[in-house]
């Protein structure tokens, strides 16, 4: 079942992105794990493009938060204001009481902004005014920023860093993906009339058959490894989180369940770990001096920890 419907759901996404399966993939793994997925690239790429084709396809609610300087808590969970009809106070849900929520330029808005997300991204939940109200399931931040412009940009707390599962670049497409794209949107735009493939109910559906996926002990080892291994390298000052290798785990098994099968191996890990672990690594500063990237980390220690064999 994930397997059709995540063929189906790929060929709608590329009715509007030209190209780039394996991000296609890699989302759509993430939505089997309902986890927050951080876009990181230059502008004009597709990353919006993206989250709303996605939530179409999904047959999810969706809405985009601009994030700016002067964007208030409030202005991303609601407020609650004094009807004088009524003569009391009505809750009006901010634009993170959805489905999908799109948090463009997320590294623009200040800390205090930034943290508003933190309670939604975890709990599934926000508080307004000490009233606890539960989030739409399934719930999905999609959040982009630009990795080159840094002025008037806020650098994200490693606390909310680590609440994406996933880490992805689209990246430029090629010569002939870019043609494509000329001849798609020289008219009226695809996404106009994009069908949804699922529905919320089916993709909570997925999700659980998601868990279902067998992960053995070999490979679930294999995991833990690896993301141990980022906190004993020596140019690593910050290593991954326990939560960094439950992400792990569950990517591992949606990558499975994606292409098909019903259980995990060793390369689903090796997959995943750069896009799980990455994003989540402080370097060291004399690493940093040296021109080391966390990516540049994270495939050394993939390349160095032993691969379970079958016996």
Not at 58 to 68: H, Y
Not at 196 to 209: K, N
């Amino acid at each position: 079942m994930i397997l059709e419907i995540a063929r189906r759901l790929r060929e709608n996404i590329h009715k509007v992105i030209v190209g780039k399966d394996e991000v296609i993939d890699l989302v759509l793994a993430a939505v089997l794990c309902e986890g927050h997925i951080l876009l990181e690239d230059v502008p004009g790429i597709g990353k919006t493009t993206l989250a709303r084709a996605l939530a179409i396809s999904l047959g999810c609610s969706f809405q985009r938060i601009q994030f700016t300087p002067d964007l208030l808590p409030s202005d991303v969970t609601g407020i609650n204001w004094f009807n004088q009809k009524s003569q009391s106070f009505e809750y009006r849900p901010g634009p993170v009481m959805s489905q999908i929520v799109l948090a463009d330029e997320i590294n623009r808005a200040t800390p205090r902004t930034q943290s508003a997300l933190l309670e939604a991204m975890q709990e599934r939940q926000v508080t307004v005014d000490g009233v606890t109200r539960p989030l739409p399931r399934p719930f999905l931040v999609l959040a982009t920023q630009n990795p080159v412009e840094l002025e008037g940009t806020f650098p994200l707390p490693e606390a909310q860093i680590d609440r994406f599962l996933v880490q992805a670049r689209i990246g430029y497409p090629s010569a002939r993906e870019e043609e494509e794209i000329l001849i798609r949107f020289g008219g009226a735009s695809p996404i106009e009339s994009l069908q949804a493939i699922a529905t919320p109910e089916e993709v909570m559906e997925l999700q659980e058959r998601r868990q279902q996926v067998r992960v053995g002990e070999p490979v679930r080892s294999y995991a833990v490894a690896v993301a141990r291994a980022t906190r004993q390298h020596p140019e690593i000052h910050l290593g991954a989180s326990p939560r960094a290798t439950l992400g792990l785990y569950q990517m591992a098994q949606a990558w499975a369940a994606v292409h098909g099968r019903q259980f995990a191996i060793p390369d689903d890990v090796k997959a995943m770990a750069p896009h799980v672990l990455t994003h989540r690594l402080i370097i060291s500063p004399q690493a940093h001096l040296r021109g080391r990237l966390p990516s540049e980390l994270v495939a050394d220690i993939v390349s160095e920890v032993p691969v379970p064999v079958e016996g």
